[in-house]
């Protein structure tokens, strides 16, 4: 297959460099790194053995190209290297919204897969959608997305922007629900503190029950609700006319727009 060439190695592609290294599937020596300024985990990479800004011989030692830069960048990083690769390079993309048809053009027409992760791959619990007409690229993006975390294929491209909505963008809809719920703790009398780690360590436990036990929320959320209890008298604001459930609706709507947008 040869090696793996990452362009852009920031905060996802260092959470992948992360999550494969755990998970035993790439030792440095299996990555190339192109990026000017490569994050914390590429560099360690880097001094580990990963190639860093390799030549154009290098590049088509090749397999995987990984496209991990900022959706805007995306065009001029394939262009600077597009010519470089072997034919049969596969490209794997993450750029949110950009198009499998786009990039697979723009990379001389080479097999493309589209994956939207999230940056629990670090600890190999990360989520992937992904969507690829080619099965050998498919193929490629399951094994190296499996390895780090879960996987759901989409069977339409147009899915990728609600999965992105769902998912990629979704880690920082359940932060900002801690920060907002260690705001509220600290109103309500707590002090900074003790709200602070309340909310933390109530949040991570109840996922991580989620996770394991394996049950329906639904259900989770009923056992923990007695009738006319404290907990009934939060979830009547939480999931009443204006609660979670339109305001979601709302910001992953915002999101999937905001993919479309940026896909172009
Ligand atoms: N972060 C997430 O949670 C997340 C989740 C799902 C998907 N994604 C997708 O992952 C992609 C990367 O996001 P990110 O958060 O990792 O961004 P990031 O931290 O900005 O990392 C991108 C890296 O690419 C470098 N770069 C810029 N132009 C380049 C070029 N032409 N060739 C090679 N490297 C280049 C950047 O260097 P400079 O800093 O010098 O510009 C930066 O180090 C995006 O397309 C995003 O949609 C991110």
Redesign the pocket.
Known sequence: MGPLLM???????GALISGWRLAGLMKPQDLMI??????DEAQAAIAAGALHDPDAAAMRRAGIVLL????Q??R??AA?VSEALAPDAVIIS???GVAADDISAAFGGRSVARI????AAAIGQGTASLYAADSHAADIARRLFGAVGAVVELEDESLMHAATATS?SA?AYLYAFVEALEGAGAAAGLSPEAARTLARATISGAAALLAESGAEPAELRRQVTSPGGTTQAALEVLMGPDGLAPLLERAVAAAAERSRVLGG
């Open positions: 362009l852009g190695a920031g905060r996802m592609g192109r990026d000017p300024q490569p994050g991990a830069v900022k959706p960048l995306w001029e990083a600077q993450i750029a949110a939207m992760p999230t940056t990629g880690p």
